[in-house]
């Protein structure tokens, strides 16, 4: 799974910098989730949300690597009659069931959908990805509330702890925070592909299920990593060339 998950890496690094635009780190925290998901999870029926649209080329690689729409597609990311921009669009791209990017609204739309599936006795569960900066929108725990309440077992919500909103506002643990809200919690390593499998896999416990995935914003480009001066920030030729090494 490396040899793959650093081939995307790659094709994210080349994109991004060629647009000189897209949010890199936050795209290699989020890869491996995605990947786990797209290749192991998701089965008929399913739905995912990245709410935190800004991670969007990982799903964007992913999405292409499975067959949703032309790799070639990948080479025209923000250009201005491309339907791949630098947040995922439901109405443009094949496979993006929410057009997101406004934090914080994802999981409401995940919660509405879990409790469409329950009202009308549909198969099928619904995965959401938030950040953790995300999780200091009050519309995250509105919607952890109501989803406990209505017993929402088919809606897991997957947290990208990469701590980068801890210089704002610290969160600490998280787990504890949704297990108040009455949520089965899991904390594993994002970047595990075997917990990540089994944690994300559905079960039949009467709660929703948080996943808190602690990742590694910028993960696999050592100058990256953890490094908020590289949150919106694109390569230099002489970068994208060591980098492309590194991986």
Known sequence: MSKIINEMKRSILIIATNAREGHIPSAFSVLDILWVLYDRILKAGDKFILSKGHGCLALYVVLAEKGFFPRSDLDTFCEFDSPLGGHPDMNKINGIEASTGSLGHGLPIAVGMAM??????????????????????????ESALIASHHGLTNLTCIVDYNHSTDRALRLDDLSKIFNAFGWRVYNIDGHD????????????????TAVIANTIKGN??????????????????????EMLQEL
């Open 220 to 241: 696999g480009i050592k100058r990256m990593e953890n490094n908020p001066e590289w949150h919106h920030k694109q390569p230099t030729e002489g970068e994208l060339k």
């Open 116 to 141: 469409a599936k329950k009202i009308k006795k549909e198969s099928g569960n619904i995965y959401c990805l938030v950040g953790d900066g995300e999780c200091n929108e009050g519309s995250i725990w």
């Open 193 to 208: 592909h075997l917990w990540l499998e089994r944690m994300l896999s559905p079960t039949e416990l009467p709660k929703p």
